[in-house]
């Protein structure tokens, strides 16, 4: 008599990423839960292993996009207090931030606190930065010599985009992992040659994107 098999377990493992996404999809959306619960059994589900961490952390911590608009004197200061946010360095993804006013940049310390600001920043892996039109040599100029002085370094940064901000090839170096670089609205004459020259060594890189060069 053929002996009969045993059925096979099936652990969480053993289930493809599409099945995985369904499970986590109907414990986000149970009816009654709050959005503490939801949290809860998500953080619950990231335990399991790390296949399914890997699909739990996206919901744990979204993309938050910081927009820091600069004023006439709190700005320096706002810097400072978001490396006291723990949000802002162990769960921040995404960080656009739009540089409009320049009235403070003559300070070194204020790209200085910037420089800071991104370095205690372990979970971001895209930046936008945005420059004023009038002030971008300037302020280019002075994150250069942030960066040199301090050494600084942003190995999870994946996605870099710099707007108006051509002047800034420190910034390129000191993210080694760089997969993209989108370099948008940049016309200031002979100031690109300097970003083009530091792009051969950014092994990483596997798209650029030009736009209104």
């Known amino acids: 008599m053929d002996r009969i098999a045993e059925p096979l377990?099936?652990?969480?493992?053993?289930?493809?990423?599409?099945c995985l996404r369904l499970i986590i999809d109907e414990v986000v959306k149970i009816e009654g839960g709050?959005?503490?619960?939801?949290?809860?059994?998500?953080?619950?589900?990231?335990?399991?292993n790390r296949h399914l961490r890997e699909l739990c952390?996206?919901?744990?911590?979204?993309?938050?996009?910081?927009?820091?608009e600069k004023r006439p004197e709190p700005s320096l200061e706002t810097f400072r207090a978001l490396l006291k946010a723990p949000f802002v360095t162990t769960s921040l993804w995404t960080l656009t931030i739009h540089l409009l006013n320049s009235t403070q940049l003559s300070d070194q310390?204020?790209?200085?606190?910037?420089?800071?600001?991104?370095?205690?920043?372990?979970?971001?892996?895209?930046l936008s930065l945005v420059l004023n039109n009038d002030d971008a040599v300037?302020?280019?100029?002075?994150?250069?010599?942030?960066?040199?002085?301090?050494?600084?370094w942003f190995?999870?940064?994946?996605?870099l985009e710099l707007v108006r901000a051509p002047?800034?090839?420190?910034?390129?170096?000191?993210?080694?992992?760089?997969?993209l670089l989108k370099l948008s609205d940049s016309y200031m004459g002979d100031t690109r040659e300097k970003m083009f020259q530091v792009l051969p060594?950014?092994?990483?890189?596997?798209?650029?994107?030009?736009?209104?060069?």
């Open 201 to 213: 060594s950014v092994k990483t890189l596997r798209r650029l994107d030009v736009d209104f060069w």
């Open 57 to 68: 952390i996206p919901l744990l911590f979204p993309i938050y996009n910081l927009y820091l």
């Open 155 to 159: 190995p999870s940064i994946q996605i």
């Open 109 to 126: 310390a204020f790209c200085d606190s910037f420089v800071g600001v991104l370095a205690a920043m372990t979970s971001l892996s895209e």
């Open 34 to 48: 709050s959005p503490d619960d939801s949290t809860k059994n998500i953080k619950n589900l990231s335990c399991v």
């Open 9 to 18: 377990s099936t652990t969480f493992e053993d289930l493809p990423g599409d």
């Open 138 to 152: 300037v302020l280019g100029s002075k994150l250069d010599t942030s960066l040199s002085t301090s050494g600084a």
């Open 167 to 179: 002047d800034v090839p420190e910034i390129v170096m000191a993210c080694p992992s760089v997969e």
